[in-house]
């Protein structure tokens, strides 16, 4: 999913997105960030205020998952924890806001 607009908020969603999993020899969000800097020449200064904005971005996107699933509009298996996920992500955007 991505938007019109700023750049660098699809990349933060990706970094979001690629913080959660674990992989061998996955760079960190940093150097990920510097890779994308490097290659488009988009600043990645603010790149906290951003993270946050992600992780708002996706708790809003989860509760109407979320939403969707407690009214039987969304069937399958794990939908019933995602409502679960919200809060942490909510919590996640205002520790990065703080820190930033």
Known sequence: ????GDPIADLDLSLLYASRI???G???TAELAARYAR???WPVDRLD???AFAAFKL???LEGVHYRYVRGQTVGDGFDTVGARVPPLIAEGLATIRRG
């Open 1 to 4: 999913m991505s938007t019109l």
């Open 59 to 61: 708790a809003v996107i």
């Open 39 to 41: 290659r488009t020449g």
């Open 49 to 51: 205020w951003y993270l």
């Open 22 to 24: 674990e992989a061998p």
């Open 26 to 28: 996955q760079p960190d």
